[in-house]
């Protein structure tokens, strides 16, 4: 029963507020026979479609919770996909589904019918250098599930930083609501941004590079010690945190 039917019996008073609390919870969660329960109600309250982590699990699973899922939503997202994975969700995908992979980002976006089409904001992405943008591709894609344009200049990080100036004014003129920067090695690049825009400046690090520092702990130390205000940071490679920060903000700035 989906959330609409129980407000709507609800109203029509054939269910009682207990009643509508009790169907209101066991709609909350799906179990997948007894590896999963899934948060099928994250879209409704968030405005975030669900997403899956594939890695980590066994291919078998995530084809499992996928399609769960998407009986419940009408897309779902799978992250850090493996071609075992790709291979398991297409041979189960049911009929009428679509599929979209993003290679780059290793996504695959499981939809019923047409996307709907939605005007959630504009978010500018920008990364350091070629190597980072997987993590970038990963957070685009959730942007635009949210409904949210995504303007992407790549490749235009400090080691030629005549490159940024550019893209920075690209981004004023698209009138973006912020901008995630990915960056790896010292991560210097968000810190640069958030000290010449007056928008909020999502830093992402990167495992780029190598070394002291390397696997992206001198990036996310950099990030975290800007000197520049306006920056918040994500984790090391979090793509769909940075996307998904920048989507409710953009969202929020529509409004």
């Known amino acids: 029963m989906q959330i609409r039917d129980i407000l709507e019996r609800f109203a029509k008073k054939e269910i009682s ?36 982590l594939a890695d980590g699990k066994l291919p078998e699973h995530t084809a499992k919770i996928a399609i769960k899922a998407l009986a419940r939503n009408g897309s779902v997202i799978i992250s850090r996909v493996s071609d075992q994975d790709d291979k398991l969700i297409r041979k189960n995908l049911p009929r009428g589904v679509s599929i979209e992979k993003n290679d780059l980002a290793r996504t695959i976006i499981l939809r019923k019918g047409a996307k709907k089409k939605e005007s959630n904001g504009i978010v500018g992405i920008i990364t350091a250098g070629t190597s980072d943008m997987a ?61 010449l825009v007056d928008i909020p400046v999502i830093g992402v690090p990167t495992s780029v590079g190598y070394g002291f520092g390397d696997r992206g702990m001198a990036a ?8 520049s205000l306006g920056i918040a940071t994500v984790n090391i490679d979090s793509g769909i945190a940075g996307g998904v920060i920048a989507g409710l903000i953009a969202k929020r700035a529509s409004k």
């Open 17 to 52: 507020v207990s009643e509508a609390e009790r169907l209101l919870k066991l709609n909350a969660v799906e179990e997948v026979e007894n590896f999963a329960k899934i948060d099928v109600s994250r879209h409704l309250r968030k405005g975030v479609p669900e997403i899956i």
């Open 135 to 195: 993590v970038a591709e990963e957070a685009k894609v959730v942007l635009e599930e949210m409904g949210c344009k995504a303007v992407c200049t790549y490749d235009v990080g400090v080691a030629g930083i005549h490159r940024l100036f550019p893209s920075i004014k690209m981004m004023i003129e698209e009138d973006v609501a912020v901008i995630v920067a990915v960056a790896g090695r010292e991560g210097a690049m968000p810190t640069i941004i958030a000290g």
């Open 220 to 227: 996310l130390q950099s990030m975290l010690q800007a000197c």
